[in-house]
């Protein structure tokens, strides 16, 4: 069964750079349908989509969040892995990273990291 | 960037009763590329409906989907007592991918 599981840091200061980790087990990160991306929810708000990796490379992101992230991914620890830059109080969110069929929808998701944003 | 709004906000229902929730796309959304997915407080949202209509692995025939262009709509036709949670749906039928702002159905 494919499990995702998010790992970082759950405190980061202002200005600085936010970084996480999601380890895929039991399967495969090189699967040819999926891509592997990012969601984040801000405490007691929606959803929000970062972006997506395809295991070549391929990257898409939210154009709101464009400037300010990178998702990259390694093949062979079958992780991929979230940076978001010169973060506010306003990044401060429950952090998912989920399996995306097709970089269309979100089948399988990992639990979720909380990063709060603070001095 | 195509805009997603539920309504209602919050829907107060009794166990056995039907809920229908509503997801408004602020342009038509090509192919019906329309999921929805249920939340429960803690807990990462779980794939409910894609395409729309179909239903993902494991999920009980009374949550069924429907709609096309820029009306959808997710129904529970007979609420049990683990479906109360918050209902988001989200398109891919265009980047970025959006998410509606959700449907909380609580108990009555």
């Known amino acids: 069964q494919l499990q995702l599981q998010e790992s970082g840091p759950g405190l980061v200061k202002p200005s600085e750079t936010l970084s996480l980790t999601c380890t895929v087990s039991?399967?495969?990160?090189?699967?040819?349908?999926?891509?592997w991306g990012w969601i984040r929810q801000p405490p007691g708000k929606g959803l929000e989509w970062i972006g997506i990796i395809y295991y070549s490379g391929s990257t898409y992101y939210n154009p709101s969040l464009k400037s300010r992230v990178t998702i990259s991914v390694d093949t062979s620890k079958n992780q991929f892995s979230l940076k978001l830059s010169s973060v506010t109080a306003a990044d401060t969110a429950v952090y998912y990273c989920a399996r995306h069929f097709s970089s269309a929808y979100m089948d399988v998701w990992g639990k979720g990291t909380t990063v709060t944003v603070s001095s | 960037e195509i805009v997603l709004t539920q309504s209602p906000g919050t829907l107060s229902l009794s166990p056995g009763e039907r809920a229908t929730l509503s997801c408004r796309a602020s342009?038509?959304?090509?192919?019906?590329?329309l999921a929805w997915y249920q939340q429960k407080p803690g807990q990462a949202p779980r794939l409910l409906i894609y395409g729309a209509s179909t239903r993902a692995t494991g999920i009980p025939d009374r949550f069924s989907g429907s709609g096309s262009g820029t009306d959808f709509t997710l129904t529970i036709s007979r609420l049990e007592p683990e479906d109360f949670a918050v209902y988001y749906c989200q398109q891919y039928g265009s980047s970025p991918l959006t998410f509606g702002g959700g449907t909380k159905v609580e108990i009555k």
């Open positions: 342009q038509s959304v090509s192919s019906s590329y």
């Open positions: 039991g399967g495969s990160i090189s699967y040819s349908s999926y891509y």
